[in-house]
């Protein structure tokens, strides 16, 4: 059974290492990259990749404080 990905875009590197960092130290394996849309205009975007438990990953990240753009599903 392959679980799907959640992308969890974020406005700051500096957020996206807050995030993984947090997910991580409560059992979340979680990568960071730039985000850019196809356009190229999202300027300093990051994304949070999660692979599992995306709601209790979404949580998390926003009872920290940390911000999500935008959530996006991947296979």
């Not at 959640?6 to 406005?11: Q, R, T, Y």
């Not at 991580?24 to 979680?30: C, F, H, K, L, Q």
């Not at 404080?65 to 991947?74: A, H, L, P, T, W």
């Amino acid at each position: 059974m392959q679980l799907n990905r959640v992308v969890f875009n974020v406005s700051s590197v500096t957020n996206a290492m807050r995030g993984k960092s947090l997910l991580e130290r409560n059992g979340i394996r979680a990568y960071v990259g730039r985000s850019i849309d196809a356009s190229g205009s999202n300027g300093c975007g990051y994304r949070i990749t999660v692979a599992g438990d995306a709601e209790r990953a979404e949580r998390l990240l926003t009872s920290a404080g940390i911000r999500i753009r935008s959530r996006q599903e991947e296979q």
